[in-house]
């Protein structure tokens, strides 16, 4: 089965850099015509699609965060990385990981249990 | 980018009741898609293709609409169904999401 799983330090201060983990088991990262995808979700849950990596390696953001964010991979340990720089408050949020639903559409159909990111002082 | 409008915002049904949720798009979309949400966990994917149920959920849901307007029905209430349901549209980049529609237990 499919199963994502992201980390990350939970409490970054404003100005600083977050790098959040995603380790996916039950599938390679490299396999099928996947798009692995960070999505973040603030409170009061508006929900934010950041970017993803589709299993060949070509990264697409989304333009409004594009300038600060950086997504990348590792093959070798099955995981992907969200780097976002510059962090706000606004920034605060739960970050998820998640893969698409390939030929099923371009839906989010698998998700990981999601790791709050606060920013401040 | 495409802006989704969900509608209502929050509502209540008793047990049993027929509900329907809508989601209307700024622009033209192929698909909708829809999840739920409960409290203290993530969005579980609940209808994609517009009308196509995930697996596990149950079969008096049902999703349709075409072009900008699009909705969820739940035929008969259940307690299990209160939560927070999001459409969602990757038509064109970059997806986008709903606000959410809560539905509450009468």
């Known amino acids: 089965d499919v199963q994502l799983q992201e980390s990350g330090p939970g409490l970054v201060k404003p100005s600083q850099t977050v790098s959040l983990t995603c380790t996916v088991t039950?599938?390679?990262?490299?396999?099928?015509?996947?798009?692995w995808s960070w999505i973040r979700q603030f409170p009061g849950n508006k929900l934010e699609w950041i970017g993803y990596?589709?299993?060949?390696?070509?990264?697409t953001y989304n333009p409004s965060l594009t300038s600060r964010t950086t997504i990348t991979r590792d093959t070798s340990k099955n995981q992907f990385f969200l780097e976002m720089n510059s962090l706000t408050a606004e920034d605060t949020a739960t970050y998820y990981c998640?893969?698409?639903?390939?030929?099923?559409?371009?839906?989010?159909?698998?998700w990981g249990q999601g790791t709050l990111v606060t920013v401040s002082a | 980018q495409i802006v989704l409008t969900q509608s209502p915002a929050l509502m209540s049904a008793s047990p049993g009741e027929k509900v329907t949720m809508t989601c209307s798009a700024s622009s033209s979309v192929s698909y909708m898609y829809w999840y739920q949400q409960k409290p203290r966990s993530s969005p579980k994917p609940w209808i994609y293709l517009t009308s196509n149920l995930a697996s596990g959920v149950p079969a008096r849901f049902s999703g349709s609409g075409s072009g900008t307007s699009y909705s969820l029905t739940i035929s008969s209430m259940e307690a299990e169904d209160a939560a927070t349901y999001y459409c969602?549209?990757?038509?064109?980049?970059?997806?986008?999401f709903g606000a959410g529609t809560k539905l509450e237990l009468k």
């Open positions: 969602q549209q990757w038509s064109s980049n970059p997806p986008t």
């Open positions: 039950g599938i390679s990262i490299t396999t099928g015509n996947y798009r």
């Open positions: 990596i589709y299993y060949s390696g070509t990264i």
């Open positions: 998640a893969r698409d639903g390939g030929n099923l559409g371009r839906w989010f159909a698998y």
